[in-house]
Structures are given as C-alpha cells and as structure tokens.
T-cell receptor
C-alpha cells in the first residue's frame, strides 16, 4: 500500500497567487481530512469528508480556502489568493471504513507551503 | 468543546532515564491515540486506546488510559536518542464522528 499521497511536497509561491494542494487517500478509506500545522497554532483541522461529502469545514480559515473531493480517490485544497500567513505544512489524512469507529487516521507526507 | 492538553510541551532528558508525558482532555471520549512526528516528517500512529485501563506497549514506550480521570500517559523507559521526536495525543468522540482533537504536542529531546 502506497499510503496517503500528497503533491506537491514543497510549494513556493508569491502572495496573491492561487495554490492547489492535492491528496490521494489510501484505497478503501472513506474519510479524508485536511490539516494545517504551524509553530504558532500547532495542528489544526481545516475540513473533513466522509464518503466524498464535506462534513465539517468549521476549521477553514476564510473564504480564500476551499476544498473538494470529486471522488473517493482524490481531494484538493485550494487557496486563492494566497497570503504569507498561509505558509505552513498542510497534511492530508485518511481513515478506513468506519465499521469500527475507533480506526486511526493515516497521515500523508505533507506539503510545505511558503508564500512570499 | 473538547480540549486536549499535554504536558510538558518540551522535555529534555538523558539517555537511560525514565519519564512520563501526560495528556488531559476535557469531556468524555471513547478513543485516544498517540502519534509520533519526527522533524520535517509526517505523523505516525503509535497507539490506539479504547477502554478504561487500557495499556499498550511498544519497545520503550507504554501508553495507558484512565477514562474516569480523562487522562492518558505515555511512559518512556530508559530513553534512547532515537526516541527524540514530537509526540501528540489525539482524542475522538463518537458524537463528533471521524474527527480527532489533537493536543499541542510534546517535543522530546533525548541527549546522549
């Protein structure tokens, strides 16, 4: 199993540009999560999906952020326009079918975003 | 709102010593997780604790859960340098579905 796949691994962009982060969850997992990690704020949940449907987006900082999951094997997190304060590591995680609700989340390698 | 607090946030210890990291949470939970994160890397699942009194061990790490006290501990025995990392606890609730609430993390440094 390849694990959760994220791309790109590193992204450097200029303020005002659009940024799209991509995630492929582990096959068969039906929940997908987007997190942001910074030194100041720690690990924050931005949004999560169950069966491709957004369940809780209360962590999305503002309207500049949007996330989609068009199918079970792909999700995107888009920032438009980007700002320097968006610089962080963005993790995607997925979780198996919730037959047993205690299943843990499996994290991808992360995308390190730098907005200049 | 579920809150999860870890202490200490920073821990520097010598090889061979024992220490405990604490994770307190504010409301009833039905599952607790411990994750490890190496610098510049992703989070790796260490333990899943599901019931009061649950204890799990892997090498020099042992995790336990006391749901009545809303407390989990991660005990380190005879620390070695390879254990240097940041350790997170995360708490889930059936009422919150799939989401987890993470603690701030404990940055552990084991010195030779």
């Amino acid at each position: 199993d390849a694990g959760v796949i994220q791309s790109p691994r590193h992204e450097v962009t200029e303020m005002g540009q659009e940024v799209t982060l991509r995630c492929k969850p582990i096959s068969g997992h039906n929940s997908l999560f987007w997190y942001r990690q910074t030194m100041m704020r720690g690990l924050e949940l931005l949004i999560y999906f169950n069966n491709n449907v957004p369940i809780d987006d209360s962590g999305m900082p503002e309207d500049r952020f949007s996330a989609k999951m068009p199918n079970a094997s792909f999700s995107t997190l888009k920032i438009q326009p980007s700002e320097p304060r968006d610089s962080a590591v963005y993790f995607c995680a997925s979780r198996p079918q919730a037959r047993e609700h205690y299943n843990e989340q499996f994290f991808g390698p992360g995308t390190r975003l730098t907005v200049l | 709102e579920l809150k999860v607090e870890q202490n200490p946030l920073f821990l520097s210890m010598q090889e061979g010593k024992n220490y405990t990291i604490y994770c307190n949470y504010s409301t009833t939970s039905d599952r607790l997780y411990w994750y490890r994160q190496d610098p510049g890397k992703s989070l790796e699942s260490l333990f899943v604790l599901l019931s009061n009194g649950a204890v799990k061990q892997e090498g020099r790490l042992m995790a336990s859960l006391d749901t009545k006290a809303r407390l989990s501990t991660l005990h380190i025995t005879a620390a070695v340098h390879d254990l240097s990392a940041t350790y997170f606890c995360a708490v889930g609730q059936e009422t919150s579905g799939s989401r987890l609430t993470f603690g701030e993390g404990t940055q552990l440094t084991v010195n030779p």
